[in-house]
């Protein structure tokens, strides 16, 4: 299974956020883009890649154990930037250290239950909004997005999420994901 685990924005963000996407959207050049689907939206905490099945639960486990030692915390939508001038993407801002340890912590969960991580690197929220096949001239869009800021909403939970790439070859299909499991923070539950 291709696993990560992340945070969802809850609704009111995204719709906050899609709004915003629509005004990128009409942007010259943004047809050149491949714009994320609004369901899809996410912050990736710790990507996993190929997990064994029979890993899977002993992962889960530790998980759990993320979540009970790591309390909810605020976040919100805003600012933006791009990665390479081929991710475009939003950021975050709130308690972006409690953030950055339940990165941390489930990128340590996935070592200690064998999952192959590689090389740590600092974590560094953000939410991909598009990509480019090529360099793409990212900058409207970065400026559009620094006067941004959503609605501060609760982190509450810790998803453990399942990416299913496209198999069609159809142009532009996306992937799809499927939430595997769900951990409350600061309590283990779901």
Do not use: K, N
């Amino acid at each position: 299974m291709r696993l990560f685990a992340a945070v969802l924005p809850p609704p009111d963000a995204i719709r906050e956020l899609t709004s915003v996407v629509r005004g990128l959207e009409g942007l010259p050049g943004a047809r050149g883009l491949r714009w994320t689907e609004r369901p899809a939206w996410h912050f990736t905490l710790a990507f996993y890649g190929e997990v064994a099945e029979d890993v899977v639960p002993d992962l889960s486990e530790r998980l759990g154990r993320v979540v009970r030692r790591t309390p909810p915390f605020a976040l919100s939508l805003g600012g933006g930037g791009h990665f390479g001038g081929r991710t475009l993407w939003v950021g975050a801002s709130g308690d972006l250290r409690t953030m950055r340890l339940l990165a941390d912590r489930a990128e340590s969960a996935a070592r200690r239950a064998g999952v192959e991580m590689g090389e740590h690197r600092g974590y560094r929220p953000h939410l991909t909004l598009a990509r480019s096949r090529g360099h793409a001239d990212l900058r409207p869009y970065v400026t559009a997005l620094h006067a941004f800021a959503g609605h501060e909403w609760t982190v509450g939970e810790l998803a453990l999420v399942r990416s299913l790439l496209p198999r069609s070859g159809t142009p532009g299909e996306q992937p799809r994901y499927e939430t595997v499991e769900r951990w409350g923070l600061g309590t283990g539950a779901p």
